[in-house]
């Protein structure tokens, strides 16, 4: 993680105890194996943990106590003993089924009515993870560039590609210019092209995808505002943005990869993106969405019988 990322963290109010489970979720896969172990135990018992010194967790973890220390920092806590304080805000919620515990994986054998419900409750609890995690400063101020932007690019692959199409889609009907690519050597192409007072957007769960983060470190070069929409916000895509937002996932299982998961958390951010910029242009998008509902319902309006 970046000195700067970490700084950022640093200087964020602690995570309220809802939003601990969420927080372990996206940041352990960038710790330490050793921190692994401290952040999944939390997660996983915050009743018991919530009862353990610094040095019982230590043991319990098999790691020590300066690393359990820094596990509750990255979390985003002062210290161990605001963490402790959030692992029994979270475990009183879980109690009073306010919060509940993380469903099973969906198995091969399992009724359909099980899958529906088990999807639901991931479907759900990903949402408000992702609800509860997003730091609205930064989504403010990307609503504010994409409210004003010349032109607007969006970049993701597979399926986030689709949720890159979504946005495009839905920044065209208020009348902005936006466009979504797919194709990474036209991406990049277009990246060249941008300049100060454009936007571009990448999405990406992993972080990594390079065919994402090279049109997006291109526009970061050419001046434009760049807008990193990710489940990892120390990861490589997050060094050529202005501003992060980090999405939720639902846990992974066979039968349902971190792609689908996902994309329900970053449809939730695009969203959120779309109606503060229709907000912010409220004279023009108004009846710029209206005039787009007309036009569709003269297309699909049968004609009259002769």
Known sequence: MSNDLKESFAHEAPPAPAALAAKVRTLAPSMTRSMQRVAEAVAGDPAGCAALTVTGLAELTGTSEATVVRTARLLGYPGYRDLRLALAGLAAQQQSGRAPAVTAD????????????????????????????????????????????????????????????????????IGHIAYAHSDPHLAVTNAVTLRPGDVAVSITHSGTTGDVIEPLRVAFEHGATTVAITGRPDSPVSQYADHVLTTSTARESELRPAAMSSRTSQLLVVDCLFVGVAQRTYETAAPALSASYEALAHRHRAAPRK
């Open 106 to 173: 969906i198995a091969v054998d399992d009724p359909i009515a099980d899958v529906v419900a088990k999807l639901a409750y991931d479907e759900q609890q990903t949402l408000a993870d992702t609800a509860a995690g997003l730091d609205t400063a930064q989504l403010g101020a990307a609503v504010t560039a994409l409210a004003n932007a010349h032109r607007v690019e969006l970049y993701g692959m597979a399926a986030s590609g689709l949720v890159a199409q979504d946005l495009a889609q839905k920044l065209l009907r």
